[in-house]
């Protein structure tokens, strides 16, 4: 069990660090754009599409990273104390239907996936990017989404104290 929660918090770790690296060269695309559009009357026909493909990526690829440091959003009316057993079931219920709704996406963005590659779909624009390409964010985030909320269940099972660090930020 070692070894899949530090592999998953690894995978999940460098995904939430490139989608923040490919947010800011979507900002140096834009960017460009700018530059090039009004400064030289020159625009371009990748920096819109390009930028889209990546902000859908960039969103995918983070949301197992956010789950990871517990930057969900958060709503601890009812069980602010964090050493109580109820806050420990509210917990693994919660991570669990963020597990089970991120399996479900994961299928059918799976389907989606297979669809487009059989079909060899492609955006409607000049480039023509195979849909493939977008469609696999999809699947790809939600699969490791899912991932790390088995991970996160894990670790709190293992050490319900973690609920109070994660809490605070502290995870």
């Not at 995904?15 to 834009?30: E, K, P, Y």
């Not at 069980?79 to 109580?84: I, L, M, S, Y």
């Not at 420990?88 to 479900?104: H, K, P, Q, T």
Request: proline share 2%; hydrophobic share 50%; with cysteine.
């Amino acid at each position: 069990m070692d070894g899949f929660v530090s592999g998953v918090d690894a995978v999940s770790e460098f995904t939430g660090r490139l989608a923040g690296w490919m947010f800011c060269a979507i900002g140096f695309f834009v960017f460009y754009e700018v530059v090039m559009r009004y400064a030289f009357t020159m625009p371009t026909i990748w920096v819109d599409e390009i930028s889209r493909i990546l902000q859908v990526w960039t969103t995918y690829l983070a949301i197992a990273y956010v789950l990871k440091y517990r930057q969900h959003i958060l709503i601890d009316v009812a069980f602010r104390d964090t050493a109580t057993p109820r806050r420990f079931w509210v917990e693994i219920f919660s991570i669990s239907v963020v597990v089970f709704f991120g399996l479900i996406a994961a299928k059918y963005g799976f389907d989606i996936w297979l669809k487009s590659t059989q079909s060899g779909h492609t955006t409607d624009s000049y480039l023509a990017v195979p849909k493939v390409f977008v469609d696999s964010s999809i699947w790809v985030g939600f699969g490791l989404l899912s991932l790390q909320g088995l991970s996160e269940i894990i670790k709190v099972l293992r050490d319900p104290n973690l609920i109070k660090n994660a809490t605070l930020g502290q995870h």
